[in-house]
């Protein structure tokens, strides 16, 4: 197993890797819109927070010498599904052609207040 790690997106925050690979396989950890040098949320809106997260997907994508391409599978967590179009509209542009399998689901909460979350398996 190998651990990736980049300055590019936020350092973990807890007893957890960004991503591990095991047999050509990324597990990606769940991002929420942090900006990596502050730490900080970039908004309190959907929008900025999923730009965020998805940029620093990217960022743990490309430390293991990947890419979007490369997702087999999302995992997305909204704290209000009223947010579903929104975050839908950013994610297909964010993967334009490329259609991993998805989930979409609700959750009470997030840390430090974000609005969403997701995480991705990708192959390497």
């Known amino acids: 197993m190998k651990t990736i790690q980049t300055d590019q997106a936020p350092a973990a925050v807890g007893p957890y890797s960004q991503a591990v690979v095991h047999q050509g396989i990324l597990y990606a950890s769940g991002q929420i819109g942090l900006d990596p040098t502050t730490g900080l949320l970039v908004g309190d809106d959907v929008s900025s ?3 965020r997260l998805m940029q620093n997907l990217s960022a743990v994508l490309q430390a293991a010498d990947a890419d979007k391409t490369s997702i087999i ?3 997305i967590y909204l704290v209000n599904m009223g947010d ?3 975050v ?4 297909a542009t964010w993967l334009g052609d490329h ?6 689901v609700a959750v009470a909460a997030l840390p430090l ?3 969403v979350e997701m995480d991705v398996i990708a192959h390497v």
Do not use: D, I
């Open 73 to 75: 599978k999302v995992n």
């Open 88 to 91: 839908n509209t950013l994610y």
């Open 49 to 51: 927070q999923t730009t």
């Open 84 to 86: 579903f179009a929104q």
């Open 113 to 115: 207040g974000a609005k």
């Open 99 to 104: 259609r991993p399998a998805r989930a979409t």
